[in-house]
Each structure stands twice: as structure tokens, then as C-alpha cells.
């Protein structure tokens, strides 16, 4: 099953062209691993995919629904359609981006309980975009003082998707293997461990496809092998995976496709055996040499 369609993606900041025609699609449980020199586009490409960076041109499809085709670009998105949008992929990113005023549970916890609340309020109170912030918190209230009961199958409804919430949390704890860390705090773990907590708190939000750009990068080379046997086992669990990564040896081990860019576009793809030990590229084989 076809999960992913990028077709032609274009991407430039002022003059410089970063992004050049990308095209590729993914299979479901499929891994793709994204290599090349430093600016040659990658990071680039996650964050359009990913809809924090908005393309010039071109056209992603996630399991048949079009998120994006730039048939006219001059139209906005507002910032609730792009949280939509964005909850197709889980990006996992270089710096772990924990927040450090939050446990270990709360982190991986706290955007599936804002998502809960919205869903609860929208489903009992109705959605009405085009009132302000401050009139929907006046109209919801005032709506659970003429209804209090709706307003308490409102609290009801939350607590029940906050429990659900933790739960799946505890759960994603137990197979990164963090369990003992549920209350500790950032500053309190090592950077492996903040890695571990990040990824769990993307999956939490049961993303189509899971991003992660350079996972490692920031860690000591000690710490640099937990995180990868984690997205291993994310793979044995069928999960869909793109990893934008320098460690080459894990590509060719974990990686059913590879992606080989240069100067912001696909210089070669195929599967790790083509693009490691048969390149067809001249600048595929420069890179791969240096490694």
C-alpha cells in the first residue's frame, strides 16, 4: 500500500534553491533513509514534509489524501488546517525539544491531551472557527451553565481520553525501555534517553510516518547505539520511517530504500546494496567512498 506521494517539490529560500523537483513514494512499513552531504536539502525536505516549511510547488499525498498541491500556491492554510495536516508525520528532531518544566509522562502526554480537549469540547459544543478565542471561551461556558450536564459528560469525556492518553504513554515508556524515568525531568536524563522520550512522545500522536532528522547527532557515540536499536524495533513493529541520518552502517542495515541527495536533489535511489556497493552516480560514489 502506497503511503506517500511527493511529486515535484520545489523550495526556495530568496534566491537560493534548496529543494529542485523532489519525487519519490513510500510504501506502508517501509524505511527510508535519506543521506547526503550537509546542505544538500534534507533537513529542508522534512520540514515541508512535515508542513513547517510551506513548498513553492508541488504536490504530497498521505494514504490517498491530498495535504498539499500547489495548484495555487497564493491560498493560506490557517493554523488549525496545518495542525491537521502536521499530525500525519511525527518529526523527531537533532535537539529532543523536551519541555524542560515537564516530566518524562507529561512531555510524551501533553499534545495528545490538548488534542483530546479539542475534539471533546468540538463533539459536545460544536466549532464555530470563525468566532475570536475569546468569545468561544465565553460561548462554551456559557453553554455548560445552561447545560450543566452536558458540562459534566464534558469532564467526563476528557478524563476518560486523558486516561486513555496515559496509558498509551505508560505503554510507549515500556518499549523504549524508560519505565523507571516516568517522573523525571529532563536535565535528569542523558541525552540517549531524552532521544528515547522524544521519539515516544511523536508516537504517541500515532503519526502515518515517523520523521527523524540526524536522531543521533547530538549524542556521544556511547549514547548514539540505544537510540538506534529503538527505531530497529520501531521497524520490526512495521512502523513507517523516514531518517534523514550520517550513520551509514545503520542505513544499510535498517533502511529498505535509500535516498542519496545532492545540491537539493535525488542523485540516486534504490535500495541499500544498489546505492552502498553498486552506484550508478559519479557523486554517489565520491560520498560513499568518504565512509
Do not use: W
Request: charged letters at 30%.
Amino acid at each position: 500500500m502506497t503511503i506517500l506521494e511527493v511529486t515535484d517539490l520545489k523550495k526556495s529560500f530568496d534566491t537560493l534553491e534548496v529543494l529542485k523537483d523532489i519525487s519519490f513514494t513510500m510504501q506502508k512499513s517501509e524505511v527510508l533513509a535519506i543521506i547526503g552531504s550537509s546542505g544538500s536539502g534534507k533537513t529542508t525536505l522534512l520540514r515541508v514534509l512535515n508542513f513547517l516549511e510551506k513548498a513553492d510547488s508541488g504536490k504530497i499525498v498521505v494514504a490517498g489524501k491530498t495535504l498539499y498541491d500547489c495548484s495555487n500556491c497564493s491560498i493560506q492554510d490557517n493554523e488549525q488546517d496545518l495542525r491537521k495536516k502536521r499530525l500525519h508525520f511525527g518529526l523527531v528532531f537533532q535537539s529532543f525539544n523536551l519541555f524542560p518544566q515537564y516530566t518524562t509522562l507529561r512531555n510524551i502526554t501533553l499534545a495528545s491531551d490538548l488534542l483530546s480537549k479539542e475534539r471533546v469540547k468540538q463533539s459536545l459544543f460544536g466549532k464555530d472557527t470563525k468566532k475570536t478565542v475569546g468569545s468561544k471561551i465565553k460561548s462554551f461556558f456559557k453553554g455548560a451553565i445552561a447545560a450543566p450536564n452536558l458540562f459534566k459528560k464534558y469532564r467526563a469525556e476528557l478524563a476518560k481520553e486523558y486516561d486513555a492518553n496515559r496509558k498509551k504513554a505508560l505503554a510507549l515508556l515500556d518499549r523504549i525501555g524508560l519505565t523507571d524515568k516516568v517522573d523525571a525531568y529532563p536535565f535528569q536524563l542523558s541525552g540517549g534517553q531524552q532521544q528515547r522520550v522524544a521519539i515516544a512522545r511523536a508516537l504517541a500522536l500515532e503519526p502515518d510516518i515517523l520523521c527523524f532528522d540526524e536522531p543521533t547527532s547530538a549524542l556521544d557515540p556511547e549514547l548514539t547505539g540505544e537510540v538506534l536499536r529503538v527505531i530497529k524495533d520501531l521497524k520490526d513493529y512495521g512502523a513507517t520511517m523516514i531518517v534523514v541520518t550520517h550513520e551509514m552502517e545503520f542505513a544499510r542495515e535498517v533502511a529498505d530504500r535509500i535516498i542519496f541527495m545532492h545540491d537539493g536533489k535525488i542523485e540516486e535511489m534504490g535500495t541499500p546494496t544498489q546505492v552502498f556497493d553498486s552506484p550508478k552516480s559519479l557523486k554517489t560514489k565520491q560520498f560513499i567512498a568518504k565512509y
